[in-house]
């Protein structure tokens, strides 16, 4: 018999070695709670749900029942959902909201719905001055005060009240640059007081999120001789509840 020489033989043991050793990795079960290298994708309708011992779900990424994709999460204590980007609605856009305590459907921070690129909730109140006189026969400021732009719509509420046999007229400005321009309709009082309560939205005012102008509340008194009053109850900024606000 021809001699075989030492080195293939020990070529042939290395081989057998290394044969045995990746077999036994392919029978052991990887490690499925580390990742150190890579990304992780789920894809094709894929989800990642993340559970608290009670069932309830703490976190939940990708597609939710309806199709839609997103992001929820929960506190474990049962007290409901705590925020959520997107959502189940196929109707709605994908927003980001942040809910109390209490849980889905009242978010107490959200952008919004309908309006891209503004603020929903909380509301912002914008402060003005308190009531004012009206004797003169031209325009005069009753209140005044500044915005700096947050959400989409401008939500007001004032008021004007005339003696009997005397007529006052009040109107909602906005002054932008020197550039006054009227929000709303002029109401009318005579002998009463008569309430506005506007709803501005970015198509009257044109503001953006983030710019600056100032509100004014103006009115004279156009006959009699008694005194009127110009009341501004409130001014807030607050998200559209519709998507016709939005323009």
Sequence with gaps: MAAIPLDLLDRIRALERQVRELTG????????????????VIGEGGSLDVRAPTGAQILGVGQFTTGRYGVSMAREDGTGLALQVGGNDPASPQMVRAFARGGYPSPIIMDDADADGYLGRPWVPIPLTPGASVTAADWITAHSGTIQTQHAVLAAR???????GTTAEARLMLNRGGTLTQLGDTITATGKEVYASPRITPGAHGLSHGD?????????RTSGTGTATAWCHGMWGTNTINPNEAN
């Design 25 to 40: 990795r392919a029978q052991t079960r990887p490690a499925l709670n580390k990742i150190t290298h890579g990304a992780v």
């Design 158 to 164: 004032w008021s004007l009240w005339a003696p009997a």
């Design 212 to 220: 600056v102008a100032g509100l004014l509340i103006q009115a004279r």
